[in-house]
């Protein structure tokens, strides 16, 4: 007879159990147990080590799961127009949720326009592990009618871009995808994968080479974190300076670096 413990439905569910973990994607979660439940002895222990995981690739951006609901209600009684100085505002008011977009606010009116200088207004974007960045939109140097595919883990969070791309008629979709297995099938100029690499490589060692060699837009803006979550930043730039090389090493890609209080990036032209 099957040890009942082993199943991997109600393991999920296990896993699954709590506000933290509750809108994260359940292919997720059973992929990490199968690779948990193979190396450990007890599966009390595999759903242990997969909730650290995923606090740390996740949950611990976000203090607790952001008040979607709340937001919607807000951006229902907004105008369709994402230039208007009160969307400006809730917009400024929702980043600091997430603490990589946290970070990025006071460096986001020469982010992206600094760093996507070279590359004119954009038509389509691709944003992977997205978190909140597609609100950012409004600071990023887009054309008129751009189209914007993003993705992550948390089904609450992509719902709730969902609805700000058809609240403000953006040509847009979220949805879910594990990154470390595909990258989203979609055709774009510009890749972001802002901040993710290394949350990426708590999965799987080899997910940031991976990314880079899956993405078939022309260009892609990679950045890293030039300090840690508890605000630390002593030889961050470096280390992640040395570590994209090497992911790097070997490409034909031109590359220009950019670096800005919180934030390493790095454009790549394939
Ligand atoms: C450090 S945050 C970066 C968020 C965003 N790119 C930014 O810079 O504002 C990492 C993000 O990766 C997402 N994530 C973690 N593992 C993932 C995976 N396997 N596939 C897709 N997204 C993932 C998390 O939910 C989180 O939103």
Redesign the pocket.
């Known amino acids: 007879m099957p040890d009942p413990s082993l199943d991997l439905e109600d393991l999920t569910r296990q896993v699954l159990n709590s506000e933290k973990y509750r809108s994260i994607s359940p292919e ?1 979660v059973k992929d990490l147990l199968t690779r948990e439940l193979a190396r450990r002895a007890k599966p009390r222990e595999a759903v242990k080590a997969v909730r650290s995981k995923l606090h740390q ?2 949950s611990a ?1 976000q203090e607790k799961p952001p008040p979607y609901t709340a937001w919607l209600a807000d951006l229902a009684s907004l105008p369709p127009d994402l230039r208007d100085p009160a969307v400006l505002s809730f917009i400024q008011r929702v980043l600091p949720a ?1 603490a ?2 946290r970070e ?1 606010v006071p460096i986001l009116p020469r982010f992206f326009r600094e760093c996507l200088a070279e590359l004119g207004e954009i038509s389509s974007v691709l944003d ?6 597609p609100l950012a939109i409004p600071w990023m140097p887009l054309k008129q009618d751009f189209t914007y595919t993003a ?4 089904a609450d969070m992509i719902g709730f871009l969902n609805q700000f791309f058809l609240h403000f008629q953006v040509n847009g979709s979220a949805s879910h ?4 297995q595909t990258i989203p099938d979609v055709e774009v100029e510009l890749t972001l994968v ?3 690499i290394p ?2 490589e708590q ?1 799987d060692k080899d997910a940031g080479r991976f990314v880079l060699n899956a993405i078939r837009s022309p260009n892609i803006l990679v950045s890293f974190p030039a300090r840690s979550l508890g605000g630390r930043s002593k030889g961050m730039v470096q280390f992640y300076e040395q570590h994209f090389h090497a992911l790097v090493s070997g490409q034909p890609w031109r590359i220009n670096r950019f670096e800005f209080p919180g934030e390493l990036a790095f454009l790549i032209r394939k």
Do not use: M, P, Q
């Open positions: 997720l690739v996740g951006y997430h990589s977009t990025r992977i592990a997205c978190g909140l960045n993705c992550d883990i948390y995808a594990d990154v470390t802002l901040k993710t949350c990426l999965l």
